[in-house]
């Protein structure tokens, strides 16, 4: 089955840390640009992060810029999420996905990709 599994999320106090994983299953990520999406109860999907198949490119929404950054492991197959001082407006569902032939920004701004992920939860609360 082709799919992600994505973890590393939890619980954490404004100013807190996180590292998301993403993990592959099924499918090489290798040709893929892959990307961070987060939905908060009544919100929209939104493009938090994305990063191209050789990880030389990457975007951030400006909600997150200079605190989150993206990384990838083509041969572990995983893609990462750091997150530095978080906000509890950082809290919502986290989900992986990946997207061939685009561009970083067009698939973070249009929020389109495949083989999506059941998500990990983050919430920042005191």
């Known amino acids: 089955q082709l799919q992600f599994v994505e973890s590393g999320g939890g619980l954490v106090q404004p100013g807190g840390s996180l590292r998301l994983s993403c993990a592959a299953s099924?499918?090489?990520?290798?040709?893929?640009?892959i990307g961070w999406f987060r939905q908060a109860p009544g919100k929209e999907r939104e493009g938090v992060s994305c990063i191209s198949s050789s990880g030389g490119s990457t975007y951030y929404a400006d909600s997150v810029k200079g605190r989150f950054t993206i990384s990838r492991d083509n041969a572990k197959n995983t893609v990462y999420l750091q997150m530095n001082s978080l906000k509890p407006e950082d809290t919502a569902i986290y989900y992986c996905?990946?997207?061939?032939?685009?561009?970083?920004?067009?698939?973070?701004?249009?929020?389109?990709?495949?083989?999506w992920g059941q998500g990990t939860q983050v919430t920042v609360s005191s």
């Open positions: 099924g499918f090489t990520l290798d040709y893929y640009a």
């Open positions: 996905a990946a997207k061939a032939f685009t561009t970083v920004q067009a698939m973070c701004v249009t929020k389109q990709g495949v083989y």
